[in-house]
């Protein structure tokens, strides 16, 4: 089923050399050139039109700070919300919310969970492993893997609480964490409902960019240069980190950077993790990063069925092409939503756009 919200809303390829990889768009994606394909409007820097409300905090629910272990007995770090009124002596249902590759939870997976926490669930948003206070050496590691075994950790950690009906435990992957979170669910069906926001495909959007601009060749010219990164790496040097989110603002600034500059780089949604370097942030490791081309999240997303799963994307988004395929790959029950006049970005924070009450009926109906 697919449909349409109905908001208000103000609305040439080469090489993959060094100074292409420094160009990817803040969600890591190898993007080619300047994205003058897409017909992006220009976000203004700082820009709070639509209810930007990155930041959040409800008095309607508590916060707690948690930890727990995945099964490489690694910590992940999360923040728990729990509605003011919620029956411990009840069983609640609950939901796992996952930040925008790059990010941290305090990047758009907090007010998630904390909208889904004013809604009566059990919500807990997580630092990915390697990012944020999670733990994970190197920094910013790119793992496809353990990034989707913490929302599995998350399950065991939330059917473990004596309030939490672990029978009904849904997620929501902002960005880059809705392929993540659809690789876990694949494997553990004890997700129940799987939601998506502004999803990519991070295997897809390495190994192809957007809109299939990528060729073949230069897909494997950046693996040779990651490639000579890991033996400069092994031999001493310093880390190199690609992609991520431009520090400033130039002439030359693609549109598709603009639009993540305005939420990264501003005080709409900058977030410096403790202990971290500004210059970083957004921003994987050069080596690392070659992992996602190895990265397949929508292969068998079929089998997820008969466990729901809602895709929400801006029918004005850069990014809009992963959702379509994964609901075109999708078997029933599944739900595809187009946000009229959302960009990417636009669904991180933008509470007048972001359709809460559309998340709110799915994780109602199929979280009993």
Same mark, same amino acid.
Not at 327 to 334: M, T
Not at 337 to 343: L, M
Not at 346 to 368: E, G, M, S, T
């Given at each position: 089923? +697919?449909q !349409? ?33 897409f !017909? $992006? ?8 039109s639509n209810?930007? =409300? ?7 629910? %508590? ?21 003011k009124?919620?029956?411990? /002596?009840?069983?609640?249902?609950? $939901? ?10 305090? @990047? ?5 969970? /904390? ?8 919500a ?18 790119? #793992? ?15 059917? #473990? ?7 009904n435990i ?6 880059? #964490? ?8 694949? $494997?553990?069906?004890? $997700?129940?409902?799987? =939601? ?17 601009s990528? +060729?073949v ?6 693996i040779? +240069?990651?490639a ?10 310093? +880390? ?5 989110? %431009?520090?400033?603002? /130039? ?5 598709? @950077? ?23 942030? /957004?921003?994987? %490791? ?17 089998t ?22 994964a ?8 739900e ?9 970005v !636009?669904?991180? !924070? ?19």
């Open positions: 089923m +697919t !349409d919200i109905h908001e208000n809303a103000e609305t040439s390829k080469t090489g993959i050399d060094r100074r292409h990889l420094l160009k990817m768009t803040g969600a890591g994606v190898a993007t080619i050139a300047a994205m003058s394909t !017909d $992006i409007t220009v976000a203004k820097a700082q820009d709070m209810g930007a =409300a990155n930041f959040y905090t409800s008095d309607k629910v %508590t916060f707690h700070k948690v930890t727990f272990k995945t099964q490489y007995q690694t910590n992940v770090a999360g923040n728990l919300y729990l509605p009124d919620l029956d411990r /002596t009840v069983k609640s249902p609950a $939901i796992i919310v996952g930040h925008p590759m790059g990010a941290v939870k305090e @990047q758009s997976a907090n007010l998630y969970a /904390t909208k889904m926490a004013e809604q009566g669930f059990v807990m948003s997580i630092d990915l492993p390697f990012w944020g206070d999670s733990e994970g050496q190197l920094r910013n590691l790119v #793992s496809p893997e353990i990034y989707a075994e913490a929302f599995s950790a998350g399950v065991d950690f939330l059917g #473990s609480s004596d309030f939490v009906d672990r029978k849904g997620a929501i992957g902002v960005c880059g #964490s809705g392929s993540f979170v659809i690789s876990a669910a694949k $494997i553990d069906p004890r $997700i129940k409902a799987v =939601a998506t926001v502004s999803m990519y495909d991070m295997g897809a959007a390495f190994r192809d960019a957007l809109n299939k990528q +060729t060749e230069q897909r494997k010219e950046f040779a +240069t990651a000579e990164q890991r033996w400069a790496e092994a031999d001493g040097a310093k +880390t190199q980190y690609i992609g991520g989110t %431009t520090l400033e603002l /130039t002439a030359d600034t693609d549109p598709i @950077q603009r639009e993540f500059y305005d939420f990264y780089r501003t005080p709409r949604g900058e977030f410096t993790p403790v202990g971290v370097m500004r210059e970083t942030t /957004t921003k994987p %490791t050069l080596s690392s990063s070659v992992k996602f081309m190895n990265f397949y999240p929508f292969n068998d997303i079929e997820i069925s008969p466990r729901p799963m809602l895709f929400i994307s801006g029918d004005q988004a850069h990014s809009k092409e992963f959702s379509q395929d609901y075109n790959r999708a078997s029933e029950p599944k595809l939503v187009w946000v009229k006049g959302a960009g990417h !636009d669904l991180y !924070d933008r509470v007048d756009l972001i359709p809460f009450d559309r998340l709110k009926n799915f994780f109602d109906q199929h979280l009993a």
